[in-house]
């Protein structure tokens, strides 16, 4: 069984930039959800998505957008870079049902410039 | 809306001695409730989780956590940590019935000194 995998690991972008991460999900996950972790700050609920539709939405802007595919992996992209989003991204997969227990990947590191 | 709050942002502990990561939330509906650990540069990892049933739930490392529903609290405890025991831990607060979506406490940083 394999787990969440997240790229890439670490990338660096300039303010205005556009960017995309990707995710895939747990063998046998359906869901996946998105977070956003601030230095020292814990993790941030982005969005989630289950069955290609969005799932749910966290306080961020429109410019943070994403994608679920029909294999369940899924990508977050941003667009308008500013240097607040400099985090750690975190992708979680899970399945639809009691405690949709969510599994995290190692996350991928964006910082902007 | 749900919050959480770790009351203590950094626990330094020496290596076997107990230690306890206090835990508090705020919901208005019913809650799943879960600890996660980070080590450095890593994502999360699932610690334990109260979904329902016994308020007492163990992890396979030692570690066990009680959830209080009169103190809306879920507190991590081990009663003898190992260097390896040093990260970041965060509690989390999920609503029973929604999408899932995890609502974290800013952290607590538990350092075990030999």
């Known amino acids: 069984e394999t787990g969440v995998t997240q790229s890439p690991t670490h990338l660096i972008k300039t303010r205005g930039q556009q960017v995309t991460l990707r995710c895939s999900s747990q063998?046998?996950?359906?869901?996946v959800s998105w977070y956003q972790q601030a230095l020292g700050q814990g993790p941030q609920f982005i969005f989630q998505y289950y069955r290609e539709e969005e799932n749910g939405r966290g306080n961020f802007p429109p410019r943070f957008s994403g994608l679920q595919f029909p294999n369940y992996s899924s990508e977050l992209n941003v667009n308008a870079l500013e240097l607040d989003d400099s985090a750690l991204y975190l992708c979680?997969?899970?399945?639809?049902?009691?405690?949709?227990?969510?599994?995290f990947g190692a996350g991928t590191r964006l910082s902007v410039l | 809306a749900q919050s959480v709050t770790q009351l203590d942002s950094q626990v330094p502990v020496f290596e076997e001695a107990p230690v306890e990561l206090r835990c508090n939330y705020s919901s208005s509906v019913s809650v799943y409730l879960f600890w996660y650990v980070q080590y450095p540069n890593q994502g999360l990892q699932l610690l334990l989780k109260y979904l329902s049933g016994s308020t007492l739930v163990e992890s396979i490392n030692g570690f066990e956590a009680e959830f209080n529903k009169s103190q809306t609290s879920f507190h991590l405890r081990k009663p003898s940590v190992h260097i390896s025991d040093t990260a970041e831990y965060f509690c989390a607060v999920s609503s029973s019935g929604n999408t899932g979506k995890l609502i974290f406490g800013q952290g607590t940083t538990l350092q075990v000194k030999p």
């Open positions: 063998s046998g996950h359906n869901t």
């Open positions: 979680a997969s899970s399945s639809q049902g009691r405690g949709n227990i969510q599994y």
